[in-house]
């Protein structure tokens, strides 16, 4: 992986929004635990960054979806408490178990084989149980049961730690959904033995449903919220509630004077009508700067500049209203002066996403933690 150091474009994640948030979510959905999702690279505001300044923020424990995510988090020498929300190939249980994650198991047969192959240090499980996101997990009662059964036999080398199931809906304002999974849930668990960690609530359920989930609402596993982002994107609650934790700048590596009847970028799709100042940023699709970003506002010394041409690889263009010395502030997300473009301007304008839009930012990106 480059390290990514030597480069103007950088992404800043604010500290203290991030800890509003987690404190918002923790009143809004009455959890008395909150467990930050930091995979794919903490929704993209950084893997490490995020994980080692989590705590300070109120985080009570770290989720992640691989193996090799946690193994990092723990080789950067930190002991926070991690759930593994993705299955693992069961010939890596030992190395779970070394780490001493929360591992989440799917089925019987691989508790079997982890069985033979562990040693004296236990695996933390975390049983997943599908109510209707048909992804991982058991589906029946009987599979469950028996899973729980065979932890009880074997805990020479299991510790039966936790379960939980991922509702596939719970954001939506039609929740019909959700309240099939809901009560699907309530039946398979009844009258079997929960473990210490019973989690059901992510953003959705945290922001609009917590108080019909009795018995499973003290734990919120969540990740969109907390970075700032309303789970329903402002159809089931304000936006302005939370803080935005991301900001994407950048810099001005080369400006000249265009005359008219000239090609922007590739394919000259974009011509120029009259004498135009254009400037350049050392940011493109390929650092996650998406071609559906196409022809959006940019913010520069307090002005909406347009960004024009094709979005290269590394590069894209932008129409300046006059000329502006190289190294100029340019923001793509964020504010400058009285105008502020937010995830959801960019949503908006591209049709992508708000976390899908932070996701996609690549590791040439530096990270950097304010305030």
Not at 298 to 316: E, P, S, T, W
Request: net charge neutral; hydrophobic share 40%.
């Amino acid at each position: 992986m480059v390290e990514a150091i030597h480069r103007s474009t950088r992404i800043e994640f604010s500290k203290s929004s991030l800890a509003y948030n987690v404190q918002y979510t923790k009143q809004v959905s009455g959890a008395k635990t909150l467990w930050l999702a930091v995979k794919s690279n903490a929704y993209g505001h950084g893997l490490l960054q995020v994980s080692k300044i989590a705590r300070e923020c109120g985080v009570d424990g770290l989720a992640v979806s691989v193996l090799d995510e946690g193994i990092a988090i723990r080789q950067a020498g930190i002991n926070d408490f991690i759930l593994i929300l993705g299955p693992i190939d069961v010939k890596y249980a030992p190395i779970a178990s070394k780490y001493h994650f929360l591992t989440t198991v799917s089925s019987l047969d691989w508790l079997k084989s982890a069985d033979k192959i562990l040693g004296k240090e236990k695996l933390s499980v975390n049983l997943a149980v599908d109510t209707g996101m048909n992804r991982i997990g058991v589906r029946s009662k009987k599979d469950l049961k028996d899973e729980i059964e065979f932890l009880q036999e074997h805990s020479d080398h299991f510790s039966y730690d936790g379960i939980f199931t991922h509702f596939a809906s719970s954001d939506n304002p039609d929740d019909h959904y959700f309240q099939r999974q809901k009560n699907r849930w309530y039946e398979l668990i009844d009258g079997l033995i929960m473990p210490r960690y019973v989690h059901v609530m992510n953003s959705g359920a945290a922001m609009y449903h917590s108080k019909e989930l009795p018995g499973c609402n003290s734990i919120a596993r969540v990740g969109t919220v907390v970075y700032g982002v309303e789970p329903s994107e402002g159809v089931l609650g304000p936006i302005d509630k939370l803080k935005p934790v991301f900001e994407l700048k950048s810099a001005l590596t080369f400006v000249k004077k265009i005359p008219a009847g000239e090609g922007i970028s590739y394919g000259s799709k974009f011509v120029t009508s009259r004498d135009t100042w254009i400037g350049t940023l050392p940011i493109g699709y390929g650092d996650g700067w998406l071609a559906e970003y196409q022809d959006f506002q940019l913010l520069i010394d307090g002005q909406k500049c347009r960004q024009v041409g094709q979005i290269a690889m590394d590069q894209m263009m932008v129409v300046l209203p006059h000329e502006y010395p190289i190294g100029t502030e340019v923001t793509l997300i964020g504010k400058s002066g009285k105008y502020e473009n937010t995830l959801y301007d960019l949503h908006k304008h591209s049709g992508v996403p708000p976390w899908k839009i932070t996701v996609a930012f690549s590791d040439r990106l530096k990270r950097v933690v304010v305030d």
